[in-house]
């Protein structure tokens, strides 16, 4: 990687990654396409759509995975039994190297944190303004979905729900929340990495994997699975400068030839990895802690993409495809949120009203997943239409106001991480629930209470 052209690239939000279609998310260029009725211009001005897609099939992906996870039926004796179908396939850890596409997330996760960051810094701002924009931007979704969990499970409590079945359904719903937390320490992380990527960009590919390796190492040595939380830091810190990397163009500047032998060298060497290696061939279970393995599906599967981007910016051309994605993508969040609570209310519903469930894994239970698939993605997108705007970007610092000091940042950022991080650890209950319901929002009040300018010759950025 070039350390001058890095630099050059990441300070004026280029994706020069991309071909003529991808465009710079921070700006318009004559080259975006043309738009249509369902999306707004300004939604598509400046962006790599090949990205924005790349987001939205994560995010689909995530929601068919986990309705096809939720197995729920009734025992000959009535009584309610829930199982995971999926993962008892005898194919399904082979499935998860292509299916586990979190790595993916994490990489157009860090192209938009490049972009943005670039961004930030074209008006001023600092790294605080950085981070406070994207922890509100974070917390403002999952804040809401924190205070209604707190009130169901206190309610449900109150009514003498079984416990046993109440832990089965919240273990469920907070499955998805430890993005949360994983996402807010690679967001807090960004001024510097981002810095890093411009001045050292080898090395610290380098530092990163090192690191992770020898906390595997450690892990699977002692047998204490604990350890491999430190890799919360160290893989999706990885992952993410991945992303730098396409946003500052150095995938689209590989020679193919090397993207396809990279992508070939990936996904043959996860076979050596989980038969000689310590780690296991599900990459779910390597998911939680993250490891090592998940650094490889990342670096196969930004190869792939842009191998696939010419292909893809094609399709990204169409009407059809900008609508879709522009419908799913500007409420993503709201569904990655929201959809197994949703499906965990859908459920409860039929077996209170005595409705049919087929049993988990049959073949009626396997077809009648595509019409729950739509539900639930209905369900989610109607919801938007209530919560949907706490995805909008934060509202700019007033004029003659300055953003809360870098400590008052640095505390609301514990605040956001530190609930979901709970919840990862010892599941969702209601105490990481209330929890998360006071902790939230008090970030938000932390973040949104803005400072009288006292020189109004200094930038918002300072603290």
């Known amino acids: 990687m070039s350390t001058s052209t890095e630099r050059h690239s990441l300070s004026q939000g280029r994706t020069s990654g991309a071909p003529p279609s991808g465009t710079d998310p921070a700006g318009a260029s004559p080259a975006a396409p043309r738009t249509s009725p369902a999306v707004p211009a300004d939604a598509l001005a400046g962006r790599d759509l090949v990205v924005d897609l790349a987001r939205v099939v994560c995010v689909l992906l995530v929601v068919v995975i986990h309705v096809l996870m939720v197995g729920v039926g009734r025992a000959p004796d009535g009584a309610v039994v829930a199982s995971q179908p999926l993962t008892e396939q005898p194919w399904f850890a082979v499935s998860t190297w292509v299916g586990q596409i979190m790595p993916l997330f994490f990489v157009v996760g860090g192209f938009a944190s490049a972009t943005a960051w670039a961004s930030t810094q074209r008006r001023g701002g600092d790294g605080a303004d950085y981070v406070r924009g994207r922890l509100l931007r974070l917390a403002r979704p999952a804040a809401a979905l924190f205070v209604v969990l707190a009130v169901a499970l206190t309610v449900a409590t109150l009514l003498g729900v079984d416990p046993a079945?109440?832990?089965?359904?919240?273990?469920?719903?907070?499955?998805?929340?430890?993005?949360?937390?994983?996402?807010?320490?690679?967001?807090?992380?960004?001024?510097?990495?981002?810095?890093?990527?411009?001045?050292?960009?080898?090395?610290?590919?380098?530092?990163?994997?090192?690191?992770?390796?020898?906390?595997?190492?450690?892990?699977?040595?002692?047998?204490?699975?604990?350890?491999?939380?430190?890799?919360?830091?160290?893989?999706?810190?990885?992952?993410?400068?991945?992303g730098f990397a396409y946003a500052s163009g150095w995938f689209g500047r590989a020679p193919r030839l090397l993207l396809a032998g990279t992508a070939l060298a990936c996904a043959a060497s996860l076979p050596v990895l989980t038969t000689v290696g310590p780690?296991?061939?599900?990459?779910?279970?390597?998911?939680?802690?993250?490891?090592?393995?998940?650094?490889?599906?990342?670096?196969?599967?930004?190869?792939?993409?842009?191998?696939?981007?010419?292909?893809?910016?094609?399709?990204?051309?169409?009407?059809?495809?900008?609508?879709?994605?522009?419908?799913?993508g500007s409420r993503g969040m709201t569904i990655y949120l929201w959809h197994l609570p949703l499906l965990i209310a859908v459920t409860g519903l039929v077996l209170a009203t005595g409705g049919p469930l087929p049993e988990p894994a049959s073949a009626a239970w396997w077809w009648t997943r595509i019409p729950v698939v739509l539900l639930v993605l209905g369900l989610a997108c109607?919801?938007?239409?209530?919560?949907?705007?706490?995805?909008?970007?934060?509202?700019?610092?007033?004029?003659?106001?300055?953003?809360?000091?870098?400590?008052?940042?640095?505390?609301?950022?514990?605040?956001?991480?530190?609930p979901p991080f709970a919840v990862m650890l010892d599941g969702l209950d209601l105490r990481n629930a209330i929890a998360g319901a006071v902790a939230l929002p008090a970030a938000l009040w932390l973040l949104g209470r803005t400072r009288h300018r006292l020189d109004q010759g200094l930038t918002g950025g300072e603290g």
């Not at 960004?190 to 380098?206: G, K, N």
């Not at 599967?301 to 419908?327: D, N, S």
Request: proline share 7%; hydrophobic share 60%.
């Open 165 to 242: 079945l109440l832990d089965t359904a919240v273990t469920g719903i907070g499955t998805p929340l430890w993005f949360l937390a994983a996402y807010g320490i690679t967001q807090v992380a960004v001024p510097v990495m981002a810095r890093l990527h411009a001045t050292r960009p080898a090395a610290t590919f380098v530092g990163l994997a090192t690191a992770a390796l020898l906390v595997d190492s450690v892990r699977y040595t002692t047998l204490v699975t604990d350890v491999g939380l430190l890799n919360l830091v160290f893989v999706w810190l990885f992952v993410q400068q991945l």
């Open 382 to 418: 109607a919801l938007s239409l209530a919560v949907g705007r706490l995805e909008g970007a934060p509202k700019p610092v007033p004029a003659g106001r300055r953003r809360p000091s870098t400590l008052v940042v640095a505390v609301s950022a514990v605040l956001v991480v530190a």
């Open 279 to 328: 780690w296991s061939d599900d990459m779910l279970t390597n998911l939680n802690p993250p490891a090592v393995p998940l650094m490889v599906l990342g670096v196969g599967q930004i190869c792939v993409l842009t191998l696939l981007h010419p292909a893809l910016a094609r399709l990204m051309r169409t009407r059809a495809a900008r609508a879709v994605v522009f419908a799913v």
